[in-house]
């Protein structure tokens, strides 16, 4: 079998670049194109020193249906607009597509879901197997306590993270809904400020902190009458995730089209 030929989205960015360093250090994988968006002052760089790795051969350019058309798989930590376009071309080259981005509204997962009836797809706000591990815990802790515990989950990011809650607080809380067997949309309380009233029964709370240089903390709180239960998880590295959506672009190579979670990549589903 050949080498697996991914092309990474946002390749500039701060986890396109992980990306790109993962791959190159990786056996039987290798960088079939690199892009960024029009205008972006990276177009025509390689994308290798950029990442601190050797001369790639490559250039980073902003049309994805060529490099698409000659790869396996793209992994796209990128921008909303950009990972919605992105499907819909992985669907057209039928190849595998892995979603780190977040952010994402409910018409962008539409969408995903769509592309995903023609190409593998695996979509997660958060790639590494301890986040995936602290969901499923998440979701038998919600199921144990019930709706005496007050659920709020905490997240700190980096200064210059653009979404909040992020991607990993929301999947938390769906874990926690599915733990109560309730639909997270109707019970999520984001952003109190003010006179917000008393806290709403079986509501999932949701905080977020941004500053320096975190790459990322996430706290599941159950606060109940006299204790408090906390579960949670600090990534110190973000090449921790650059590996995991590795895992997830060799598992979803030659799949079935659907969409997947990390989950099912790291076999936590029914755990
Ligand atoms: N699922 C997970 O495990 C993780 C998910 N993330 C998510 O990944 C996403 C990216 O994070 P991060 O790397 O920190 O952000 P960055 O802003 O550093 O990187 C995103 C890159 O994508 C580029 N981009 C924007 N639009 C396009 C486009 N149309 N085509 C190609 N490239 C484009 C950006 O360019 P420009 O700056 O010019 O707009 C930028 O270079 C975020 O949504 C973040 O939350 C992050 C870490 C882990
Ligand atoms: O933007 C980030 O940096 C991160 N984003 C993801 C999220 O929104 O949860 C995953 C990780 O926490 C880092």
Same mark, same amino acid.
């Given at each position: 079998?050949?080498?697996?030929?991914?092309?990474?989205?946002? /390749?500039?960015?701060?986890?396109?670049?992980?990306?790109?360093? /993962?791959?190159?250090?990786?056996?039987?994988?290798?960088?079939?194109?690199?892009?960024?968006?029009?205008?972006?002052?990276?177009?025509?760089?390689?994308?290798?020193?950029?990442?601190?790795?050797?001369?790639?051969?490559?250039?980073?350019?902003?049309?994805?249906?060529?490099?698409?058309?000659?790869?396996?798989?793209?992994?796209?930590?990128?921008?909303?607009?950009?990972?919605?376009?992105?499907?819909?071309?992985?669907?057209?080259?039928?190849?595998?597509?892995?979603?780190?981005?977040?952010?994402?509204?409910?018409?962008?997962?539409?969408?995903?879901?769509?592309?995903?009836?023609? /190409?593998?797809?695996?979509?997660?706000?958060?790639?590494?197997?301890?986040?995936?591990?602290?969901?499923?815990?998440?979701?038998?802790?919600?199921?144990?306590?019930?709706?005496?515990?007050?659920?709020?989950?905490?997240?700190?990011?980096?200064?210059?993270?653009?979404?909040?809650?992020?991607?990993?607080?929301?999947?938390?809380?769906?874990?926690?809904? /599915?733990?109560?067997?309730?639909?997270?949309?109707?019970?999520?309380?984001?952003?109190?400020?003010?006179?917000?009233?008393?806290?709403?029964?079986?509501?999932?709370?949701?905080?977020?902190?941004?500053?320096?240089?975190?790459?990322?903390?996430?706290?599941?709180?159950?606060?109940?009458?006299?204790?408090?239960?906390?579960?949670?998880?600090?990534?110190?590295?973000?090449?921790?995730?650059?590996?995991?959506?590795?895992?997830?672009?060799?598992?979803?190579?030659?799949?079935?089209?659907?969409?997947?979670?990390?989950?099912?990549?790291?076999?936590?589903?029914?755990?």
């Amino acid at each position: 079998m050949g080498e697996l030929r991914i092309v990474v989205a946002g /390749a500039a960015g701060r986890m396109g670049r992980m990306i790109v360093r /993962a791959i190159h250090e990786a056996a039987g994988m290798t960088l079939a194109g690199a892009l960024e968006r029009e205008n972006s002052p990276w177009v025509d760089h390689d994308p290798g020193p950029l990442a601190g790795c050797p001369a790639s051969g490559l250039t980073i350019v902003t049309d994805p249906l060529p490099l698409m058309l000659n790869a396996d798989a793209i992994i796209d930590f990128s921008s909303p607009a950009a990972t919605v376009e992105l499907a819909a071309l992985a669907a057209q080259a039928r190849i595998a597509d892995v979603i780190g981005t977040t952010g994402l509204a409910d018409e962008d997962l539409d969408r995903i879901d769509a592309a995903a009836r023609h /190409a593998p797809i695996v979509r997660s706000g958060n790639m590494s197997l301890g986040v995936n591990l602290l969901a499923a815990l998440t979701r038998r802790a919600a199921a144990a306590l019930g709706d005496e515990y007050d659920i709020e989950i905490v997240e700190m990011h980096h200064r210059m993270k653009v979404d909040a809650p992020s991607g990993t607080a929301l999947m938390l809380g769906e874990a926690a809904a /599915a733990g109560r067997g309730i639909a997270l949309k109707s019970h999520a309380a984001r952003g109190r400020d003010g006179v917000s009233g008393a806290r709403r029964k079986g509501d999932i709370g949701f905080a977020s902190l941004r500053g320096g240089t975190v790459v990322g903390d996430h706290e599941v709180v159950f606060a109940g009458e006299g204790e408090r239960l906390s579960l949670a998880h600090h990534a110190e590295d973000r090449m921790l995730f650059a590996y995991g959506a590795l895992k997830a672009a060799r598992w979803a190579h030659g799949r079935k089209p659907g969409l997947y979670a990390m989950a099912d990549v790291l076999g936590l589903k029914d755990g």
